[in-house]
């Protein structure tokens, strides 16, 4: 007896007994979710598959490219057919699910395909959907595989929305992907992960979706979805989505060396009259540090590791506000020269912003310092710097 078999079947009813009912079943959608997650691991543990190293996500960022991903169409992996009502309007969000199923080690494309026709079946048979409630699925061996019908031509379209069922509250807005396994405990295999970033930043740039706007199931539903562990990775699928998107360029194909270290990053250093903040929408990271104006001396400091000499374009990203300081005193430390870049931080925010092109040398340095000592009026920010690799 598959033990497998019987976890692939919902174990506790429907928690939206109609699809489109948006009632907030919280008690019983929590539950199913973690009793699932707790057989599952079990299973997972006991075949010693699914754990997966934190090392392998810093690889996976250098590995994944914006470009278009290979995504195979309910037609490709044999889909029944389904309905969905189309909406005009187009996603603002992406929302990241897992599918609470054994974390199992058939990596292949048919082992994916049988992934989305269960899928489809938990949700047609088990809950009694028209079709798959998720936009997309993917699988461990990184297979992406459209869900819903028509969430594939809307992604290539860049343009409207299918209704769909994976988290009330998003489902006219948000583009759901499940993705195989359970991660209360482990992390998706880099397979997964990198098909994931890919995929992201392939939806971000068709419709102007900032990564930002990526969220876990759990925040807007009271579920354990996407497990424990994944939901503690988001901020680092952000990042990676931002890179890669920042590295594509916009015309596919451009594999530019590129680092983003956020103020919360642990190298960075924070020193006297900084404090952090999470008030403004436009911060990259769950927060930015911002300091007085004045005659201090203390300074937010970014390290980098270089990968070779060259030239790099410095960038960085912060909060804007009319309030904020026009005159913000940034210092690039570029081979052994310090250059001072002022920045007017009260307009483009929420962006790249270059401080110039840079010969570096090779190896860990402190790159960039933000200082607070400046004749400008209000707040000044530090929040992200960015290095590119220049061609
Ligand atoms: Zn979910």
């Known amino acids: 007896m598959a033990i497998s078999d ?23 959608a929590s539950r199913r979710n973690v009793i699932r997650g707790a057989l599952v691991v079990g299973v997972a543990g006991a075949a010693g598959g699914g754990a997966l190293l934190t090392a392998n996500l810093a690889q996976a960022e250098n590995d994944a490219k914006a470009k278009a991903p290979e995504i195979f169409s309910c037609e490709d992996w044999g889909a029944r057919p389904g309905s969905g009502s189309q909406l005009s309007n187009k996603p603002t969000k992406i929302v990241i699910h897992h599918t609470a199923s054994a974390n199992q080690s058939d990596t292949s494309k048919q082992a994916a395909f049988k992934l989305a026709k269960d899928v489809q079946s938990w949700h047609m048979d088990g809950n009694g959907w ?19 019908h028509t969430s594939l031509k ?48 392939h939806a971000c740039k068709q ?10 199931h759990r925040d807007f539903s009271s579920t354990a979805c996407p497990g424990e562990a994944f939901y503690a990775k988001l901020p680092q699928l952000r990042k990676d989505v931002e890179a890669a998107l920042n590295g594509d360029g916009g ?31 436009d911060k990259h990271g769950k927060d930015y540090a911002f300091a007085e104006p004045g005659n201090g001396g203390g300074l937010v400091e970014f390290t980098v590791t270089i990968p070779k000499d060259g030239t790099y374009t410095v960038s960085t990203w912060y909060a804007a506000n009319k309030g904020y300081n026009p005159k913000a005193p940034y210092t690039v430390h570029a081979g052994g020269t310090d250059k001072a870049v002022t920045v007017d931080q009260t307009a483009k925010g929420g962006q790249w912003v270059s401080l110039g092109d840079y010969k570096l040398k090779k190896g860990k340095q402190k790159l960039v310092s933000v200082g607070h000592k400046t004749t400008g009026k209000g707040y000044v920010i530090a929040d992200a710097i960015q290095v590119k690799a220049k061609k």
């Open 6 to 28: 019987i976890l692939r079947r919902p174990l506790i009813s429907n928690p939206y007994p109609r699809e489109f009912e948006f009632m907030p079943s919280v008690p019983q």
């Open 130 to 148: 028209s079709d798959t409630g998720n936009n997309f699925t993917i699988s461990r061996g990184g297979f992406i595989m459209e869900g819903r």
């Open 154 to 201: 809307h992604l290539n379209d860049g343009k409207g929305w299918v209704q769909s069922a994976h988290a009330p509250g998003a489902n006219s807005d948000g583009i759901g992907i499940e993705n195989e396994g359970t991660y209360t405990d482990g992390l998706p295999p880099k397979e997964l992960w990198n098909a994931l970033v890919q995929f992201c930043a």
């Open 207 to 216: 419709f102007g979706i900032a990564p930002k706007e990526i969220y876990g």
């Open 251 to 281: 015309g596919g194909g451009d594999d530019a060396w590129t680092a983003v270290v956020d103020n919360g990053d642990k190298d960075v250093k924070r020193g006297e009259g900084w404090k952090l903040s999470a008030y403004s929408a």
